[in-house]
Nanobody
């Protein structure tokens, strides 16, 4: 089994910052992609950012220039530094790990609320 555990969510004012972290444990292929998705009430789950084993990144247009994804392969962790947060960033953020065309694991999610 593979387990993903997120941390770092919370309440922040517009313009503020938060850092999300996700730790992966269990048996999984090392050459994987880890990422963050989010889902706001009434909306579809969407990709925020992901990163390959060798550090190639992909960001949603809505977060480019504000969010930074990183990973530590030795610790099997992935982080998302979120700056200049906006109310529209409010959502449950989910950690994701995948490889190949089928294998796909999800964390339980952590809530980020951006509000004054």
């Amino acid at each position: 089994q593979v387990e993903l555990v997120e941390s770092g969510g919370g309440l922040v004012q517009p313009g503020g910052s938060l850092r999300l972290s996700c730790a992966a444990s269990g048996a999984f292929f090392s050459l994987n992609i880890m990422g963050w998705y989010r889902q706001a009430p009434g909306k579809q789950r969407e990709l925020v950012a992901d990163i390959t084993f060798d550090g190639r990144t992909n960001y949603a247009d809505s977060v480019k220039g504000r969010f930074t994804i990183s990973r530590d392969n030795a610790k099997n962790t992935v982080s998302l530094q979120m700056n200049s947060l906006k109310p529209e960033d409010t959502a449950v953020y989910y950690c994701n790990l995948r490889w190949g065309s089928v294998v796909n694991y999800w964390g339980k999610g952590t809530l980020v609320t951006v509000s004054s």
